[in-house]
Nanobody
């Protein structure tokens, strides 16, 4: 129902910043919670951050808390992941995904999300 396209990835030095964007098509963007996940070869896709329908509530993985900020602009059908103080261990393919709002807590499980973008590569050098 929602088509997602990530952008903004690239190669940066440790300590640098990147801002990822997740652009959505359709008119139902504001009916979905947005999640960001990342995956490194040899590892399972892991939760990074999630945001509520109106962007009021966010949840972050412990590994990125305090460094990453997730926001959304429903008028532009776009979500953003601001990544600061990047570390080499942040290197991964980053994906945005949608999930229908359900329950009080923001979903963090990969299996709960249904619509995924193609991913954007983030590489942080030492």
């Amino acid at each position: 129902q929602v088509q997602l396209v990530e952008s903004g990835g690239g190669l940066v030095q440790a300590g640098g910043s990147l801002r990822l964007s997740c652009a959505a098509s359709g008119r139902t963007f504001d009916k979905y919670r947005i999640g960001w996940f990342r995956q490194t070869p040899g590892k399972e896709r892991e939760f990074v951050a999630a945001i509520s329908l109106r962007g009021v509530t966010t949840k972050y993985a412990d590994s990125v808390k305090g460094r990453f900020t997730l926001s959304r602009d429903n008028a532009k059908d776009t979500a953003y992941l601001q990544m600061n103080s990047l570390k080499p261990e942040d290197t991964a393919v980053y994906y945005c995904a949608t999930v229908p709002a359900s329950g009080i807590d923001l979903q963090t499980a990969v299996s709960e999300y249904q619509n995924w973008g193609q991913g954007t590569q983030v590489t942080v050098s030492s």
